[in-house]
T-cell receptor
């Protein structure tokens, strides 16, 4: 019930293309869904996050789409650039005594070719 | 505004030794989380602390691992009698803890190698 499943495991995109990474969750108590970007040897950096009261959130080239009924959410990177090459993690958390505890997906290694 | 700080960045220990990992949260943040990342895997929650309190330690092994966040000073993750399986990157994250805001900001991590 606490799992977050992420796909694909790896993704190769040409410069200027759209990168799409998908996540699915099981626990309907989750109410916060962030995406993190991690470069080799660095800590994860918060990219964008969404709550279930909206179906889409956009910040620059990054968009989260959220489907509450399907318990799925996805990250879209428009106009992908070589500098976007990194590992991306989706995550989810819920309130209550576990407030803030993030459950992460397995990660997607994105490679953007010039 | 300095981000989350962790030290040391790299730590090498022999089996049976103790490892101490330190985390200083962002200024104004009162909540600290520790996560472990094994090679080629995602991050796994270990423990969630507020000042002087452990709120949730459900992800931390019952033996050899302990964590604290004292009133003064950094949060400490302590691993006693380390084994090779403890080799991983350990990340600390902090959040403001204000109502409705559980954005977490991560430090650069401590990479523990057990020989």
């Amino acid at each position: 019930q606490q799992q977050v499943k992420q796909s694909p495991q790896s993704l190769i995109v040409q410069k200027g293309g759209i990168s799409i990474i998908n996540c699915a969750y099981e626990n309907t108590a989750f109410d916060y869904f962030p995406w993190y970007q991690q470069f080799p040897g660095k800590g994860p950096a918060l990219l964008i996050a969404i709550r279930p009261d909206v179906s889409e959130k956009k910040e620059g080239r990054f968009t989260i789409s959220f489907n509450k009924s399907a318990k799925q959410f996805s990250l879209h990177i428009m106009d992908s650039q070589p500098g976007d090459s990194a590992t991306y993690f989706c995550a989810a958390s819920r309130g209550g005594t576990s407030y803030g505890k993030l459950t992460f997906g397995q990660g997607t290694i994105l490679t953007v070719h010039p | 505004n300095a981000g989350v700080m962790q030290n040391p960045r790299h730590l090498v220990r022999r089996r049976g030794q103790e490892a101490r990992l330190r985390c200083s949260p962002m200024k104004g943040h009162s909540h600290v989380y520790w996560y472990r990342q094994l090679p080629e895997e995602g991050l796994k929650f270990m423990v969630y602390l507020q000042k002087e309190n452990i709120i949730d330690e459900s992800g931390m092994p019952k033996e050899r691992f302990s964590a604290e966040f004292p009133k003064e000073g950094p949060s400490i993750l302590r691993i006693q009698q380390v084994v090779r399986g403890d080799s991983a990157a350990y990340f600390c994250a902090s959040s403001p803890g204000t109502s409705g805001n559980n954005e977490q900001f991560f430090g650069p991590g401590t990479r523990l190698t057990v020989l």
